[in-house]
């Protein structure tokens, strides 16, 4: 491996300056999960990395009347140990709380695992149906970019030269909102996903009916997908409506742009998409009615 410069600055802004004079030469280091791996493998060739760790703004957990806001370097352990945490947002605890074992668990964060774009990343379809939103900061200032328009392709992420991803950002959910998510893989734990479905609802007062959903898919396009007919399709139906169920299940089937290759079939990756689509609804409602 290339031998770099370690550097760890102590605030987002310095982070940035080092990130912008070395380019594609450098790279932000959370975990090292994804970085170390791929560096090892020689995927690039850097000339420093760049601890975020010791940015107090990037290990900051904030959960208040507004929502929820974490730093990009927040690993999972942190987000799911948290009691009241767990319960308010379940979906992002489901990823949380299956990305490798407790030892990647302990280093890796949803922050890293969204920056790595890679389609299967098990953290970002979550973070898309919990509405989140990405906080950037960069030579110009900062922005936000909803989670859904982060990952750009297979790897690639709409962060320009020196930016850096600083936090991700949440609504509060209502007492009557519920989500989950759930991967498949061959094999118990460990794995990369072949397919993999997050859901979300929000119920009427009465927990009857579904006023607000949203679907997001991994491992079956180039990005992660919001399936946005798959929501619709539940949207203003009693949350027990089969026919709306399986639906929706057909809809996110069809937004699934799939490939073939050695972890699965695209006949394969479509059915999984529809069958963990349902599963996934009837688990966010059962959620938002408990
Ligand atoms: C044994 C093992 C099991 C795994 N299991 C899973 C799994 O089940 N599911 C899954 O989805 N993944 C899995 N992974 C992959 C990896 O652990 C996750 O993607 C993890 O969430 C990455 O987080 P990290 O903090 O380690 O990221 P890092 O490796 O530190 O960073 C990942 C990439 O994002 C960039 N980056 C990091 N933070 C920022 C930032 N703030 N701003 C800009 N760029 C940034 C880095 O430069 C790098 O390119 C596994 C990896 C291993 C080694």
Redesign the pocket.
């Known amino acids: 491996m290339h031998p770099f410069a370690y550097i760890a600055p102590k605030t987002v802004e310095e982070a940035v300056a080092v990130l912008n004079k070395h380019g594609d030469r450098a790279?932000?280091?959370?975990?090292?999960?994804?970085?170390l791996?791929q560096a090892r493998g020689g995927r690039f060739d850097l000339d420093a990395v760049v601890d975020?760790k010791k940015i107090p703004e990037?290990e900051s957990i904030k959960n208040g009347a507004s929502g929820l806001e974490f730093g990009?370097?927040v690993p999972c352990y942190q987000l799911y140990e948290n009691k009241k945490l767990a319960a308010e947002y379940p979906g992002i605890m489901d990823a949380a709380s299956?990305?490798?074992g407790i030892q990647?668990q302990s280093?890796?964060?949803?922050?890293?695992?969204l920056?790595?774009a890679t389609p299967?990343?098990?953290?970002i379809g979550p973070l898309i149906v919990h509405y989140g939103t990405a906080v950037i900061a960069g030579p110009g200032g900062r922005r936000e970019l909803a989670v859904e328009k982060f990952c750009t392709g297979p790897g690639r992420n709409a962060?320009k030269k020196g930016e850096?991803?600083v936090s991700l950002k949440f609504p509060k959910p209502s007492a009557t909102f519920g989500a989950a998510y759930e991967r498949f893989i061959p094999r118990n734990e460990?794995d990369i996903a072949v397919a993999g479905v997050a859901v979300s609802v929000e119920l009427s007062a009465d927990k009857k009916t579904i006023k607000k959903a949203r679907v997001a898919l991994a491992s079956v396009a180039p990005t992660p997908v919001l399936a946005e007919a798959a929501g619709a399709a539940l949207i203003g139906k009693s949350a027990d409506d089969e026919a709306a169920i399986n639906a929706a299940g057909a809809a996110a089937a069809k937004a699934a742009k799939p490939i073939t290759d050695m972890r699965g079939t695209i006949e394969q990756r479509k059915h999984l998409v529809e069958v963990l689509t349902k599963r996934m609804i009837r688990k966010a409602v059962e959620r938002a009615r408990s």
């Open positions: 790279r932000p280091i959370a975990g090292g999960t994804d970085l791996v975020i990037l990009a370097a299956l990305i490798g990647i280093r890796a964060g949803l922050g890293g695992n920056c790595n299967s990343g098990d953290g962060l850096l991803l460990m």
